[in-house]
């Protein structure tokens, strides 16, 4: 029988990003709105794009595709 192809998780595909390195990058949750309880410097850090780090990274990237 044979095996079937290996197929790139969509949805994560949509929220990270791989860099040439490696490493994986994405943004953080809770930005969107109601930014006027959030205080100034948390809307600051929260537009930043942040990096994985972790056992997760083996995970998202074998998710990708990307070894």
């Known amino acids: 029988m044979p095996q079937r192809a290996q197929k790139t998780h969509k949805g994560l595909a949509k929220r990270v990003k791989v860099s ?3 490493k994986v990058t ?3 949750p809770f930005a969107g709105h109601l930014m006027t309880g959030k205080s ?3 809307r600051i850090r929260l ?3 942040h990096t994985l780090t ?3 990274v083996k995970r998202v990237r074998r998710a990708l ?3």
Request: hydrophobic fraction near 20%; charged fraction near 45%.
């Open 20 to 22: 040439a390195r490696g």
């Open 26 to 28: 994405y943004k953080k």
């Open 40 to 42: 100034g410097r948390r």
């Open 47 to 49: 537009r930043r794009s």
């Open 54 to 56: 972790g056992a997760l």
């Open 65 to 67: 595709l990307c070894e």
